[in-house]
């Protein structure tokens, strides 16, 4: 069974940094294509950032390109979130997913961590 944990939210300052991590297991990882969603209080869930297998290529939304980065290693069978210069706005739950190969099933959602609304 597939299962992504995510680790690394926490109270920051506006204007800081937060690295998130996602590990999975019970797959194989080097054939996911891995995201980050999340969804603030009272809001639709969101797409944060997207990550090929290979790592080759990266997509943001508009609202963090620029300041958030999605990385994987494929070792540690982990995709990370590097987000910097953090806004109010940036208050969520934050979701990995993974996302197997088209025809081989559907995309796993990991249960999320907090980034609370800086200090």
């Known amino acids: 069974q597939v299962q992504l944990v995510e680790s690394g939210g926490g109270l920051v300052q506006a204007g800081g940094s937060l690295k998130l991590s996602c590990v999975v297991t019970?797959?194989?990882?080097?054939?996911?294509?891995m995201g980050w969603y999340r969804q603030a209080p009272g809001k639709e869930r969101e797409f944060v950032a997207g990550?090929?297998?290979?790592?080759?290529?990266?997509y943001y939304s508009s609202s963090v390109e620029g300041r958030f980065t999605i990385s994987r290693d494929n070792a540690k069978n982990t995709v990370y979130l590097q987000m910097n210069a953090l806004k109010p706005e940036d208050t969520a739950v934050y979701h990995c997913?993974?996302?197997?190969?088209?025809?081989?099933?559907?995309?796993?959602w990991g249960q999320g961590t907090q980034v609370p609304g800086s200090s």
């Open positions: 997913t993974a996302a197997p190969p088209p025809a081989e099933g559907s995309e796993y």
């Open positions: 990550i090929w297998q290979s790592a080759e290529n990266t």
């Open positions: 019970g797959g194989t990882f080097s054939r996911y294509r």
